[in-house]
């Protein structure tokens, strides 16, 4: 297989409404875009997909840094190689991530987008579908991972289940909000706190009571607490049964992580505060958290949640998969895959699509079904369209998107107001 080329843009994706947390609220998304085109031996042509958000309070990344990342670093050494087999392609991938120190460095959104679609082509030209790459990865990459860590290339899970996420709002919303995830089918809920204690016991207390008794509830305060705020905060929503709390305390304050977890009932989960495999490797070596929620664009993609995922599975922490807010069906796609590859994550976030998005850039909805249980992208299709991802780019929508893309990363620290004008 000939590396053709690699294409990177821009997309900017507008929300229907305002999703706000305690670190930002956004009204749209700004992601990048990864296309790469593939010639077999036989002169045939595949072309994968891939995407990744950057976010700067994330893992530091800007649209603009990520996609020079992938343009000036990463794309120049796989541009124009051929590679006899996927251990070749895999040995290359896994090389630039070394190299570029990737396992210890905050910038997986950019690696992350070009690994998709590399790997896209490859399940493509293997005529295989997304959720079967993981099992080549590892077949091929022995020295990575465990034997028998991950299934053969036939064994995957036929669904997964989606738990909903709930930003900061008015009671109002809130009511609504809540009320439709009930009849939804969603049976786990994640709710955003770190607003004053009342507003967010009050929250909590009307989430169990709309939700019911058997509901998983959870709460996200993204880095808002201190440590004694933490304290107070989960003995103040202790009787509402919360099942987990993640991020409570700011990302850098490790010591804090450890006094939680060793100190309340609650299942204390990483996000933030988990973007590279060095730090999976201190969180688990401080015994500073129960879980981890892994989100593919923040930790670089599929190789390295891969990894995430057997470090946690040897060392009794708990998974999640989450994922940014804004992703295109690109991005949910590869999610939901993941999520099938592995089968035994506690929650899987995300896939909101058609509620959140003004517009998305693929044709087949990765929108959370009703009943929140999902099978595998593509499934219901002819036998071609479930090779890769499953998905279908909307090349109008994807013009679209990316038509301002000269004025958007310039604008995309300003006003909202003033953003939207642009575009």
């Known amino acids: 297989m000939l590396i053709r080329s690699i294409n990177c843009q821009p997309v900017m994706l507008p929300f229907r409404f305002s999703f706000g947390h305690a670190l930002a609220?956004?009204?749209?998304?700004?992601?990048?875009?990864?296309?790469?085109?593939?010639?077999?031996?036989?002169?045939?042509?595949?072309?994968g997909w891939g995407e990744s958000v950057p976010r700067d309070y994330v893992t530091g990344e800007t649209p603009e840094g990520a996609m020079a990342a992938i343009n000036y670093t990463y794309a120049p050494q796989l541009q124009g190689r051929?590679?006899?087999?996927?251990?070749?392609?895999?040995?290359?991938?896994?090389?630039?991530?070394?190299?570029?120190?990737?396992?210890?460095?905050?910038?997986?959104?950019?690696?992350?987008?070009?690994?998709?679609?590399?790997?896209?082509?490859?399940?493509?030209?293997?005529?295989?579908?997304?959720?079967?790459?993981?099992?080549?990865?590892?077949?091929n990459m022995p020295m990575q991972f465990a034997a028998g860590a991950w299934p053969q290339v036939d064994v995957?899970?036929?669904?997964?289940?989606?738990?909903?996420?709930?930003?900061?709002?008015?009671?109002?919303?809130?009511?609504?909000?809540?009320?439709?995830?009930?009849?939804?089918?969603?049976?786990?809920?994640?709710?955003?706190?770190?607003?004053?204690?009342?507003?967010?016991?009050?929250?909590?207390k009307l989430a169990r009571e709309i939700m019911g008794d058997d509901a998983v509830l959870r709460v996200d305060a993204n880095c808002a607490w201190t440590l004694d705020?933490?304290?107070?905060?989960?003995?103040?929503?202790?009787?509402?049964?919360?099942?987990?709390?993640?991020?409570?305390?700011p990302a850098s304050d490790i010591d804090a992580l450890i006094d939680l977890t060793a100190s309340v009932p609650e299942t204390i989960m990483v996000d933030e505060s988990l973007t590279t495999m060095q730090q999976a490797e201190t969180l688990i070596e401080r015994q500073a958290c129960n879980a981890f929620?892994?989100?593919?664009?923040?930790?670089?993609?599929?190789?390295?949640?891969?990894?995430?995922?057997?470090?946690?599975?040897?060392n009794n922490i708990e998974c999640h998969l989450g994922a940014q807010?804004?992703?295109?069906?690109?991005?949910?796609?590869?999610?939901?895959?993941?999520?099938?590859?592995?089968?035994?994550?506690?929650?899987?976030?995300g896939a909101m699509n058609l509620f959140l998005l003004?517009?998305?850039?693929?044709?087949?909805?990765?929108?959370?079904?009703?009943?929140?249980?999902?099978?595998?992208?593509?499934?219901?299709?002819?036998?071609s369209a479930r090779a890769g991802l499953g998905i279908t780019i909307l090349p109008r929508n994807l013009e679209k998107y990316a038509q301002c893309n000269s004025e958007m990363l310039g604008k995309s620290k300003q006003p909202k107001s003033e953003f939207n004008a642009v575009c």
Request: proline letters at 3%; aromatic letters at 8%.
């Open 156 to 204: 995957k899970h036929d669904t997964m289940r989606y738990g909903g996420v709930v930003p900061f709002g008015k009671k109002t919303l809130l009511k609504l909000l809540l009320s439709f995830y009930k009849r939804y089918g969603f049976k786990t809920v994640k709710l955003k706190v770190g607003g004053s204690l009342n507003d967010d016991v009050a929250r909590i």
């Open 25 to 47: 609220s956004r009204n749209f998304s700004i992601n990048l875009v990864v296309s790469v085109k593939v010639v077999l031996e036989d002169g045939r042509e595949v072309i």
């Open 82 to 139: 051929f590679f006899s087999s996927a251990a070749e392609l895999l040995a290359a991938l896994n090389l630039i991530f070394t190299d570029n120190m990737l396992g210890h460095k905050a910038a997986g959104a950019s690696f992350c987008a070009l690994e998709l679609a590399m790997l896209d082509a490859l399940a493509k030209i293997k005529n295989i579908s997304f959720s079967q790459v993981p099992a080549i990865i590892a077949a």
């Open 358 to 383: 003004k517009g998305d850039l693929i044709k087949e909805s990765m929108t959370v079904p009703l009943g929140a249980v999902a099978g595998a992208p593509g499934a219901s299709t002819n036998a």
């Open 293 to 314: 929620n892994i989100r593919l664009s923040k930790v670089g993609g599929i190789v390295s949640a891969m990894k995430m995922v057997e470090l946690a599975r040897a």
């Open 229 to 249: 705020q933490a304290k107070w905060s989960l003995a103040a929503l202790r009787p509402f049964r919360i099942a987990s709390c993640e991020q409570p305390v």
């Open 325 to 349: 807010v804004g992703e295109s069906g690109i991005l949910a796609a590869a999610q939901r895959h993941f999520a099938l590859s592995c089968g035994d994550f506690a929650n899987v976030e």
